[in-house]
C-alpha cells in the first residue's frame, strides 16, 4: 500500500503554512510567483481575503502572465513594478531545493520575471512537495537547469555553456505547437542538464552564464530564498533555512 500522501496535497499543505506564517495585517504588498504549487498559495491569500476578512490592504505583484490571471481570477488587487517596487514577500514554488538552498527554477519557462520580483522582496519564501527537496541538484529534477536566452543567440550560447560547463543544453520544443517555447517575455528557453557527477559552483557558474551576451536569466536562484516549506510524504510541513 502506498501511504505516502497526493502530490497535490502536499503542495497545499505548504502554501497554506507559508502564507499563514508571512503573510500578516502588516504585509501590504506581495510577489505572487509561478507554477502549480502557486495556485494553492494564492488560493490560500483569496480564502484570507475573501473568507475571513483579512488582508483588505494588500496588493499583489506578478511574477509571470499565468501569476497575473491567478491573481485576477481569484479577484485580488492586481500590482506591478512600476507602482509596487518594493514587495513585503515573494511566494513561489521551485524545481529543486538543494541542501544549501540553492534553487532550480523554470521548469515552466517563467524564470525571468520570478527573479525581478523576488529581487524586490524583502522575503523570498519557497513551497514545494517533498519530491523537491534534494542534498544536490540533480538528485531530483532531470530536465536540467532552465536558461532564458535571445532568440538569435541559441545555437551559440548552446554551445558556450558546453564548451564551458560540460553536460548538453537543448532548446525547449512547445509541446502543442511547431517549434520552440517562446516565454512570457518573447524569448527562447534552453534547458542545460549539468554533469550530475561535477561538482560545481552554483554561484559562480550562475554568475559565468549571465555573462554569456544573449543569456538573459538563468533558474538558478543561488542566496535568494530565505525559507523552503516541504509539504512532506506524511502530511508534516518542513521548514528549512539558508
Ligand atoms: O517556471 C516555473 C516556475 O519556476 C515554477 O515556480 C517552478 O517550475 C515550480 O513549479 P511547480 O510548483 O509547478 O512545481
Not at 26 to 47: I, M, Q, Y
Not at 222 to 232: E, L, N, P, R, T
Request: hydrophobic share 45%; aromatic share 6%.
Amino acid at each position: 500500500m502506498n501511504d505516502k500522501i497526493a502530490l497535490d496535497t502536499a503542495k497545499n499543505l505548504a502554501a497554506k503554512a507559508a502564507v499563514d506564517q508571512w503573510v500578516t495585517e502588516d504585509t501590504k504588498v506581495v510577489g505572487v510567483g509561478s507554477g502549480s504549487t502557486v495556485v494553492f498559495a494564492v488560493e490560500r491569500l483569496a480564502e484570507r481575503v475573501w473568507k475571513e476578512g483579512c488582508l483588505a490592504d494588500m496588493i499583489c505583484v506578478p511574477s509571470s502572465y499565468q501569476a497575473r490571471k491567478l491573481i485576477l481570477d481569484h479577484n485580488l488587487t492586481l500590482g506591478d513594478l512600476d507602482r509596487n517596487p518594493k514587495i513585503d514577500v515573494y511566494i513561489d514554488g521551485a524545481d529543486e531545493v538543494d541542501s544549501h538552498m540553492v534553487l532550480i527554477k523554470g521548469g515552466g519557462g517563467c524564470l525571468m520575471q520570478e527573479k525581478i520580483v523576488s529581487s524586490c522582496a524583502k522575503t523570498v519564501i519557497i513551497i514545494a512537495d517533498y519530491t523537491k527537496k534534494s542534498l544536490r541538484l540533480g538528485e531530483q529534477w532531470c530536465q536540467g537547469v532552465p536558461i532564458e536566452v535571445s532568440p538569435m543567440a541559441h545555437v551559440p550560447i548552446k554551445l558556450k555553456i558546453e564548451e564551458l560547463f560540460g553536460g548538453v543544453a537543448s532548446l525547449r520544443i512547445a509541446l502543442k505547437k511547431a517549434g520552440p517555447v517562446v516565454t512570457d517575455n518573447g524569448n527562447f528557453l534552453l534547458d542545460w542538464k549539468f554533469l550530475a557527477k561535477r561538482e560545481y559552483n552554483w554561484d559562480e557558474v550562475n554568475r559565468a552564464l549571465t555573462m554569456i551576451p544573449g543569456v538573459l536569466e538563468t533558474g538558478l536562484f543561488v542566496d535568494i530564498a530565505s525559507k523552503c516549506y516541504f509539504g512532506m510524504a506524511d502530511g508534516a510541513v518542513k521548514v528549512q533555512s539558508k
